[in-house]
T-cell receptor
Framework: AQSVAQPEDQVNVAEGNPLTVKCTYS??????LFWYVQYPNRGLQFLLKYITGDNLVKGSYGFEAEFNKSQTSFHLKKPSALVSDSALYFC?????????????FGTGTRLTVIP | KAGVTQTPRYLIKTRGQQVTLSCSPI?????VSWYQQTPGQGLQFLFEYFSETQRNKGNFPGRFSGRQFSNSRSEMNVSTLELGDSALYLC????????????FGQGTRLTVV
């Protein structure tokens, strides 16, 4: 079975400080991992993905994420937070082995960047 | 390149009615997936269509159904609506391979009264 855990419902960070949004996953075999962001009354916007290769992946709007196989984690990071980064963030996984295309999502983490 | 288009954006229906939601994927994308988003259950996968065939299905009752047309546009139908069906329904478009990202529409907000 596949699953994603986002242990923090809410993360608050001051503008200009680094931010981290945590994600751990469970999947049989290798994972495809994704981060999405959702603004109020909008759909999900793709931020970045890990497929294979370099464990540090860079994405849109200055976000990056680090894949850690031993800890089964894929934490989202940004060196300097902006107020406009305030939104709901979702981590998602697909299992390579199953070949299925659907995503399993975490419960989401609400990021608030304080001016 | 146009994004994923979902219509309508908002819908209010009465219990027992049925509803049809529409999704037009990004040009060239053959896979369309549907997700239900609620505050209590989060984002849950409903089904995926690829080249007019249902390729994968989530754990939802048979009242939820879908189809895909030859131009890759997809519709989702919910019959005999229940209050618990109130949710944001999101459509995701992709090339259909597991390594590729899905692009989401803005969703249809369904309210059942």
């Amino acid at each position: 079975a596949q699953s994603v855990a986002q242990p923090e419902d809410q993360v608050n960070v001051a503008e200009g400080n680094p931010l981290t949004v945590k994600c751990t996953y469970s999947v049989s075999g290798n994972p495809y991992l994704f981060w999405y962001v959702q603004y109020p009354n909008r759909g999900l916007q793709f931020l970045l993905k890990y497929i294979t290769g370099d464990n540090l992946v860079k994405g849109s709007y200055g976000f990056e994420a680090e894949f850690n196989k031993s800890q089964t984690s894929f934490h989202l990071k940004k060196p300097s937070a902006l107020v406009s980064d305030s939104a709901l963030y979702f981590c998602a996984v697909r299992a390579v082995l199953t070949g299925a295309n659907n995503l399993f999502f975490g419960t989401g983490t609400r990021l608030t960047v304080i001016p | 390149k146009a994004g994923v288009t979902q219509t309508p954006r908002y819908l209010i229906k009465t219990r027992g009615q049925q509803v049809t939601l529409s999704c037009s994927p990004i040009s060239g994308h053959r896979s369309v997936s549907w997700y239900q988003q609620t505050p209590g259950q989060g984002l849950q996968f409903l089904f995926e269509y690829f080249s007019e065939t249902q390729r994968n299905k989530g754990n939802f009752p048979g009242r939820f159904s879908g189809r895909q047309f030859s131009n890759s546009r997809s519709e989702m139908n919910v019959s005999t609506l229940e209050l618990g069906d109130s949710a944001l329904y999101l459509c995701a478009s992709s090339l259909g391979e597991g390594s590729t990202e899905a692009f989401f529409g803005q969703g249809t907000r369904l309210t059942v009264v």
